[in-house]
């Protein structure tokens, strides 16, 4: 049983991504979304889960959620797709796994990130070109949030992958921190918060990490455990 992101501990919000198998469709219609709803808030009572804010797209699912447990995230984010699989496979006659891999998570650390996080997950449908507004996409609880989204909050998408988000947040980080990276292979203290970002919030691997720093994947990883 793998432990428990250490950020983790210090919050009771989650941002979750699910996706299709190979990005592929896994709601076809409006039946199926509903559904899926229908069994998220099903199973939300019995983990002892608060749905926040969601919005079900055709090949994913966001949803922000808000829990004492992160066993109970798991638990319910397992069942919830185990549920829906069963549920498609028989109505569309075919086997095998619907999600890919398992779903991702990231914590959020504060009010403004909480409020940031939803507006993110609502404009979806609105950066895919579906609608105009968030309030008008049929498949999500939309609710008014007057916080403004700002650039350096860096949420999870499904179509970035891990050396690009590392990238991303490693530019960002250098930035924001007003140093340049070879300062960062210097600093254990700019090292180590830049790794517990991408290891736990981003979910990159050490090898990844290690890679983009240039830096060996041993001391990427005994720096993280210290």
């Known amino acids: 049983m793998s432990r428990n992101p250490r ?17 592929s469709y896994i709601f076809e219609n409006q039946e ?36 004492k447990e992160i066993v109970e995230l798991s638990k319910y984010m397992q069942r ?8 498609y496979n028989k109505k569309y006659n075919r086997v095998g796994y619907v999600f890919r891999d398992r779903f991702k998570s990231e914590g959020i650390y504060n009010e403004e990130h909480l409020y940031n996080c939803v507006k993110y997950i609502y404009n979806n449908p609105v950066v895919a070109g579906i609608c105009k507004n968030a309030k008008d996409y049929p498949y999500s609880n939309y609710r008014r949030i007057d916080a403004n989204i700002k650039e350096d909050y860096i949420f999870m998408d499904v179509d970035i992958d891990d050396n690009e988000t590392c990238k991303k947040v490693l530019m960002e980080f250098l930035h924001n921190n007003h ?6 292979r210097k600093e254990e203290s700019y090292l180590k918060e830049l790794t517990i970002m991408l290891k736990d919030k981003y979910k990159i691997s050490f090898r990844k990490i290690a890679c983009e720093l240039g830096i060996s994947k041993d001391k990427i990883r005994k720096i993280y455990n210290k």
């Open 7 to 23: 950020n983790y501990i210090k919050t009771p919000f989650f941002h979750v991504i699910t996706q299709g198998i190979n990005k």
């Open 32 to 67: 199926d979304i509903k559904y899926y709803i229908k069994i998220m808030y099903e199973l939300s009572k019995e983990q002892n889960i608060r749905i926040l804010a969601y919005c079900i797209m055709n090949n994913h699912a966001h949803i922000l959620i808000e829990t």
């Open 80 to 87: 919830l797709g185990t549920r829906y699989a069963k549920y």
């Open 179 to 184: 140093i340049d990276l070879a300062r960062l």
